[in-house]
């Protein structure tokens, strides 16, 4: 196709996907005096237009109709539980809600904001080294991300400035200084706000915690608690708690987005050209395969173009980017059977379960109040911060109420508690109660990386380009199950010390397989890892191919396993990070940065 | 979509107006059988006149008007269904629609070549033929109890409507009526905010500074739309 494809003129730097990796890399590329031009194929979105108060608090159009979300009918994935399966087309907006447009989920995520534990990035060799080697389960691929904390901790003190988040710390340069996550590691500065306030379901969930014998934190949110001027100008609001978070733009101006908090920098300057409306085919690789030469697109009219750049940088969703890799035929793809080949190869979700816990009749919850980032939470069962050994089992889970607000559609599909009909007068009186009297708590785990757990290309479906799905192929894991089950009966000790009047505590069963027709997250993860062994990883620890050095995939897609925290924060950091490498050593001299 | 349903919303601001001095008593007005002047009955553009008795019916068992709140009937939400008709998520405009369509275990989710608009012709269409056979009359004739008996045949998967299993056609349902009872009024539904009334659900208030550490504390408020309808 790149034969026919008309030819543009050439730039520094082609960026595909225009969400918080994007901006963040085109902003970094253009600080360093290069020409970027940054591939959207949504459309382009504005918070003033698609957070315009009241019509953009519509929870049909938001939550039902997927107003910001990916256009499925274009461009889905296939799923199967095992490679025995014959994989099916995800058809229809359930478990998983990719985005798309400028900002991509960005503008409407929740804004939790966390830094990666440091055990967490060097997992295999921690878990050796506390369990011995025999510990880890069979068919487990257990790696390091091959960078450190310290060495990542700058930037992730940059992303919270530009991100204006809001939380309470814990320890700042050794000395403890605040009410924090006692497991949280030391930083270098405040966070640029303080926490927000606790809506009540967390002022109970903390009290009750700390009753029970656990250590209650502030999550750190990017929903600014008060107003904020970020390092690039950008201006934020105070959040007002309205209850209209994921799914939605921030009508205040309060969740930070690269639309509030970057995009309206990065539109002014003359080294930038922003793109919607074109998606990107494939990366264009010279005769040998070992240099890209840019991108073939569609452009808004149907026609295919190619834009030539001596840099690529890939910052689509996660499974975007691995897709794309595929296709272009960067990094060798991953053979399940020989487990060699890196391209599709740990692939990893997010274990979320989702407890409800019901207070006395003259309790309201309220949960129609609420910040997407905001909430309590312990970690007490997370990362490495507990005793593993008698349990068998590795990762762990965060606990956390976070209460982004529950609308009217939401509270009547989740009906009443066990047992109650789904529709009829048993279901509107069960419904009606949970919602005015009952709060959620999340087991947030992380998801281990299996050897048969992966992503290739489809055999049989095709998107609207005539390309090839990408194919899931994904199951939960006795391991993960019994660290879901083990984490969720802590819940229940909370939820005894909350004098709960019944408790709901929900639980991965044994047996029953990923189901793509429940809402789970969409935190996916892997399938094109960061790491320092070429044969385990497709990225370099600079998240540049091991392959095509002037090719950086920058996204959670680096992830080698999950991890119990949601992921833009660590996404933003290795952009940072990523990016100053670039600027420090690859721009002057282009070559593979780690060897 | 909606000019319709934007009159109606406008004349009920008015009626609204009215009320003022009660409006926040919280008493449910959407139930409230008084209207200064009934606006003229919807006619469906998608449903047939038999479909749409169907609707009628099966909504109002799906939500029936009780002690905590209006029925679907009073909420319009057969309205609401009927308006989501013309719009892009009824003909699969959202959805991946590419051959093959390879049936699979249920857990690999949503298989099927039809749209909305198709599993409520098609899905209708069933419910009435097995209530014509079982009881000689269509759906919307039959006794309340014996409704229901169909209802949760559908839901339950028992019945069969050639190539769509009747659980699909359920939860289609299902979910475009709990949508049209607890969506904003400007889709047709929620009619008065009867639904996020019954619920406690304040709507487009959408701001909650002060209130958010009032701990316990009922909030005042009635509900608003985002025409600016309240409740």
């Keep these: 196709m790149s034969d026919d494809a008309r030819r543009l003129k050439p730039v520094d730097v082609v960026i595909v996907g225009g969400g918080w990796a994007g901006s963040i890399m085109a902003k970094e590329m253009t600080e360093a005096g290069r020409s970027v031009v940054m591939l959207e194929r949504g459309p382009d979105r504005s918070t003033a237009s698609e957070g315009a108060y009241p019509a953009s608090i519509d929870e049909l159009e938001a939550n039902f109709r997927y107003k910001l979300f990916q256009d499925l009918s274009k461009n889905t994935v296939t799923i199967r539980n095992n490679s025995q399966q014959t994989a099916l087309p995800y058809r229809r907006m359930a478990a998983f809600l990719p985005g798309e447009g400028v900002g991509g989920a960005g503008l409407h995520w929740s804004g939790v904001h966390f830094r990666i534990p440091p055990d967490d990035l ?49 320890m700042i340069n050794g000395k403890v200084v605040g009410k924090g996550n006692v497991f949280s590691p030391s930083r270098s500065d405040h966070f640029p706000l303080p926490a927000l306030k606790d809506v009540y379901t967390a002022h109970l969930f903390r009290k009750a915690a700390e009753e029970a014998g656990f250590h209650p934190y502030s999550l750190p949110a990017a929903n600014a608690s008060r107003q904020y001027v970020n390092p690039y100008g950008a201006q934020m609001g105070p959040c007002n708690f309205c209850g209209y978070c994921s799914g939605y733009a921030c009508y205040m101006y309060s969740k930070a987005s690269p639309n509030v908090n970057i995009l309206p920098v990065l539109r002014q300057h003359p080294l930038f050209d922003l793109r919607a409306g074109c998606h990107v085919l494939k990366v264009e690789l010279d005769a040998d395969g070992r240099r890209a030469t840019g991108v073939t697109y569609t452009d808004p009219d149907g026609k295919v173009v190619t834009q030539p750049a001596e840099m690529v940088i890939l910052t689509a969703f996660q499974f975007h980017n691995v897709r794309l890799m595929l296709l272009s035929g960067i990094g060798r793809p991953y053979d399940p059977v020989r487990n060699e080949g890196v391209v599709g190869r740990n692939f990893v979700y997010q274990n979320v379960t989702t407890s409800t816990v019901w207070l006395d009749r003259g309790v309201e919850t309220n949960q129609y109040i609420g910040a997407g980032g905001g909430g309590v939470a312990f970690d007490d069962f997370n990362s490495e911060n507990f005793d593993h050994g008698p349990l068998g089992f590795v990762g762990g889970s965060p606990v956390w109420v976070n209460q982004a607000g529950v609308r009217a559609i939401a509270a009547a599909h989740s009906g009443g508690p066990p047992g109650t009909p789904r529709w009829g007068s048993a279901w509107k009186a069960g419904m009606i109660d949970t919602y005015r ?148 050593t690859y721009l002057a001299s282009p070559g593979p940065l780690a060897g | 979509m909606g000019i319709g349903g934007l009159r109606f919303i406008s004349s009920r601001r008015q009626f609204m107006r009215g009320l003022a001095g009660i409006a926040a008593c919280g008493t449910s007005l959407a139930s409230h059988p008084a209207r200064s002047r009934p606006p003229a009955p919807y006619v469906p553009r998608f449903f047939t006149s038999a479909e749409w008795a169907f609707l009628i019916a099966a909504c109002d068992r799906l939500i029936p008007a009780d002690e905590n709140g209006p029925g679907a009937r009073a909420l319009d939400v057969p309205r609401f269904i009927d308006m989501q008709m013309d719009t892009p998520y009824a003909f699969g405009a959202q959805w991946y629609m590419h051959a093959p369509f390879v049936q699979g275990p249920d857990n690999l989710g949503y298989q099927l070549p039809y749209a909305p608009r198709d599993l409520y012709r098609r899905g209708i269409a069933g419910m009435n033929a097995h209530a014509a056979t079982r009881h000689g009359r269509p759906f919307a004739d039959l006794a309340p109890a014996l409704q229901d008996d169909l209802l949760r045949g559908a839901e339950n998967n028992r019945l069969v409507f050639g190539d769509i299993p009747s659980s699909v056609f359920f939860d289609q349902l299902l979910a475009n009526v709990m949508e049209g009872a607890f969506s904003d009024p400007v889709h047709g539904g929620n009619t008065g905010l009867g639904g996020w009334t019954m619920l406690g659900f304040p709507g487009a208030r959408a701001d909650f500074m002060d209130w958010v550490d009032r701990y316990g504390a009922h909030y005042p408020l009635g509900s608003v739309s985002i025409s600016g309808e309240t409740a």
């Design chain 1, 122 to 170: 060097r997992m295999r060799s921690r878990v050796i080294e506390k369990y011995g080697a025999g510990f880890i389960p069979e068919g487990m691929n257990l790696q390091d991300y091959g960078v450190t904390y310290e060495e990542l901790e700058p930037f992730f003190d940059k992303a919270e400035k530009v991100f204006g988040t809001s939380g309470e710390p814990y």
């Design chain 1, 437 to 584: 009297h009952s709060l959620r708590i999340d087991a947030h785990g992380s998801n281990m990386a299996y050897r048969d757990v992966y992503l290739d290309l489809d055999p049989t479906w095709k998107d609207a380009y005539g390309q090839p799905l990408l194919r899931m192929t994904f199951d939960w894991k006795d391991n993960d199950i019994r660290m879901n089950r083990y984490v969720v009966d802590r819940i229940g000790d909370v939820a005894k010390a909350m004098g709960a009047r019944r408790v709901n505590l929900t639980k991965r069963e044994f047996g029953r397989p990923f189901d793509t027709r429940q809402y789970q997250t969409t935190h996916l993860g892997g399938g094109a890892v960061m790491g320092s062994d070429p044969g385990t990883s497709a990225l370099n620890r600079y998240l540049q191919s091991w392959d095509v050095h002037n090719v950086f995939v920058i996204g959670a897609n680096a992830f080698p396993q999950g991890t119990g925290y949601n992921p833009t924060g660590m996404v933003a950091a290795l952009a940072y990070w990523a990016a100053h490498h670039i600027r420090t």
